[in-house]
């Protein structure tokens, strides 16, 4: 499967939003295939989702997104 960084940024984003604020975000099949590709290990690729935001102090945070094929 070939997947554009334009899809690949939307569905994270759109995920994490969806974390940190508990609303629901539109999907279709697309981001289920992106969301897949992404969680699913790789042999030769390392794929690092990095969040970054700025926290309630005022301060920005950021951390490794761990993402997980749930089986």
């Known amino acids: 499967m070939q997947v ?4 690949y940024t939307g ?6 939003f969806h974390h940190e604020t ?5 999907g279709g099949d ?10 699913t290990p790789a ?3 390392a794929k690092v989702t ?3 935001t700025r926290m309630e102090n005022g301060e ?5 997104v761990d993402m997980a094929v749930v089986q």
């Open 60 to 64: 920005i945070g950021y951390g490794a």
């Open 43 to 45: 042999k030769h690729l």
């Open 30 to 39: 697309e981001k289920i295939m992106v969301m897949r590709w992404i969680a």
């Open 22 to 26: 508990g609303a629901d975000v539109p």
């Open 4 to 7: 554009s960084l334009g899809q």
């Open 50 to 52: 990095i969040q970054i």
């Open 11 to 16: 569905v994270v984003q759109d995920l994490l």
